[in-house]
Nanobody
Framework: VQLVESGGGLVQAGGSLRLSCAAS????????MGWYRQAPGKQRELVAT????????NYADSVKGRFTISGDNHKTTIYLQMNSLKPEDTAVYYC?????????????????WGQGTQVTVSS
């Protein structure tokens, strides 16, 4: 699975950006996709996820009400609409895709990552 992000950039506080992530390759068994971010000196953290089957979404508390994750019908392209951006949203945003399947040993999860796109919010 290959993931290509786009849409990052520089924006003033209170502004908006829309990130896109397109998956290609062996996408048939992707179960969920999402966005994570990593600020300098901090660990990578979950921003939002969306399941492929029923489109269930999940958000970090810090972005609830400001960010919206969505996907196309096949959920091979996802979007992150970011509104009311704050300086603390500044980070590299990574697209993630998950494939999981059961084996005799239990559930196996494989994560795939994009190259990341920089989002900078100035105060």
């Amino acid at each position: 699975v290959q993931l290509v992000e786009s849409g990052g950039g520089l924006v003033q506080a209170g502004g908006s950006l829309r990130l896109s992530c397109a998956a290609s390759g062996s996408t048939f068994t992707i179960s969920a996709m999402g966005w994570y971010r990593q600020a300098p000196g901090k660990q990578r953290e979950l921003v939002a996820t969306i399941t492929r089957g029923d489109g269930d979404t999940n958000y970090a508390d810090s972005v609830k009400g400001r960010f919206t994750i969505s996907g196309d019908n096949h959920k091979t392209t996802i979007y992150l609409q970011m509104n009311s951006l704050k300086p603390e949203d500044t980070a590299v945003y990574y697209c993630n895709a998950v494939k999981d399947y059961y084996t005799d040993s239990g559930l196996v999860r494989n994560d795939y990552w994009g190259q990341g796109t920089q989002v900078t919010v100035s105060s």
